[in-house]
């Protein structure tokens, strides 16, 4: 596996359900993203990690937690969502400090019903 | 604080015509500036960046960017257009050195090519 990857690449799901998106970083990289991407609306930052300690949460709800256990992994637990929140979940990686580029996963489009 | 605009979210070349995606920003401190292109149903892919010495940087698939201070802007553009040049694209800016790892995202321009 090379560069960014997530799982899964599609989910529906209810509102009562709860799920998990996963993120790996196969680039040695020591800071890792979430992002939102609605239809319409710009890419919205929702979480940054930096060696595995959360740096900023941009006022995002609570059913929305994520999960950094090491500096390769990144998950975003999903709990009572509401139908808004049906939208592309991208995921990306960078090296803080020397090289500033993220590089972005594939996504998971989540449809929540 | 920083911001990005990308004038046009959507443009609109033939087949073989110039394209040019504008991005213009506020920064209070030097940049670094970045345009990722954006294919259906995938995520972002980086297509060059800008962070210091030469201001014209080229990038894949044909593309170039050149950073221009006292405009504040950091214009795509490509000679001739292919069809698999539709895609969205996005301008980023980034407070260059002392990065906390955070970019700001234009809101896109979508690219259609006309055969």
């Known amino acids: 596996e090379t560069g960014v990857t997530q799982t899964p690449r599609h989910l529906v799901m209810g509102m009562t359900n709860k799920k998990s998106l996963k993120c790996e970083q196969h680039l040695g990289h020591n800071a890792m993203y979430w992002y939102k991407q609605s239809a319409k609306k710009p890419l919205e930052l929702m979480f940054v990690y930096n060696f595995k300690e959360q740096t900023e949460n941009n006022s995002v709800p609570s059913r929305f937690s994520p999960e950094c256990p090491n500096s390769s992994h990144l998950f975003l637990h999903l709990h009572t969502l509401q139908p808004e929140d049906s939208a592309l979940y991208l995921c990306?990686?960078?090296?803080?400090?020397?090289?500033?580029?993220?590089?972005f996963g594939p996504g998971t489009r989540l449809l929540v019903l | 604080a920083q911001s990005v605009t990308q004038l046009g979210s959507h443009v609109s070349v033939s087949e073989g015509a110039l394209v040019l995606l504008r991005c213009n920003y506020s920064?209070?401190?030097?940049?670094?500036l970045f345009w990722y292109v954006q294919y259906p149903n995938q995520g972002l892919q980086l297509l060059l960046k800008y962070t210091t010495g030469a201001t014209l940087v080229k990038g894949i698939n044909g593309f170039e960017a050149e950073f221009k201070k006292s405009e504040t802007s950091f214009h795509l553009t490509k000679p001739s257009a292919h069809m698999s040049d539709a895609a969205e694209y996005f301008c980023a800016v980034s407070p260059g050195s002392g990065n906390t790892g955070k970019l700001i995202f234009g809101q896109g321009t979508t690219l259609q090519v006309k055969p």
């Open positions: 990306a990686s960078s090296q803080v400090g020397r090289e500033e580029t993220q590089y």
């Open positions: 920064s209070s401190v030097p940049p670094y």
